[in-house]
């Protein structure tokens, strides 16, 4: 029996025609990418610290992803279609990092109420798990690939929180440094007071 398969438009995230779960998922699957063009979106508007560290902790998480994957060289379920390796789990990866630390900022927010601070916490697992499932559901990866990707992003996001207040005064200047050459270039105006 051949089976017909659709890609999602935005990405080569496959699922069986007419499934509508699979359709679901799939998108779920590349929900990642409105995640990074967020979080530079708030660095070229903002230069805010914490975007770009953020920023850093998840490049940082995804080459640890492709150094793992070079590593170990697990194959993917028989039936997916992708012909890189499998472990861990790149999109469990980044959803267990990215979540850490956005859970840890809004916790740091002050002008959240603790019901508001529980709500964010219980979407992100939510999500979390729905990222998972839709690796598994559409046989992009087994569940030990999966639950590798969680428990490593989850370490890298917890070291970033860690090291955060290291890297504070060196990403001060290099938010400096950057600002200079966009101002320099006249990409952003300067509006120093004389």
């Not at 903002?46 to 998840?58: E, K």
């Not at 603790?114 to 087994?142: E, G, P």
């Not at 955060?164 to 060196?170: A, D, E, K, V």
Request: with cysteine; hydrophobic share 45%; proline share 3%.
């Amino acid at each position: 029996m051949e089976r017909k398969l659709r890609p999602v438009a935005l990405a080569y995230v496959l699922f069986e025609e007419g499934d509508i779960i699979g359709h679901f998922m799939g998108y779920i699957s590349i929900l990642h990418l409105f995640v990074i063009g967020g979080i530079v979106s708030i660095i070229l508007l903002t230069f805010d610290n914490y975007a770009i560290y953020t920023f850093g902790v998840m490049l940082t998480n995804e080459i640890i992803n492709y150094i793992l994957k070079i590593l170990f060289k697990h194959p993917r379920p028989p039936l997916s279609q992708n012909i890189n390796e499998g472990f861990p789990s790149s999109h469990a990866q980044f959803w267990c990092c990215f979540l850490v630390l956005f859970c840890y900022y809004t916790n740091q927010q002050s002008k959240l109420t603790s019901i508001s601070k529980k709500i964010i916490v219980y979407c992100s697992t939510l999500l979390i798990l729905l990222v998972d499932f839709s690796r598994w559901y559409l046989n992009d990866h087994f569940v030990y690939q999966i639950v590798a990707g969680n428990v490593i992003g989850m370490c890298v996001g917890y070291l970033g929180i860690i090291y955060y207040p290291s890297f504070f005064s060196l990403l001060s200047q290099f938010k400096f440094f950057i600002k200079q050459k966009l101002t320099n270039f006249n990409l952003i105006t300067s509006h120093q007071k004389a």
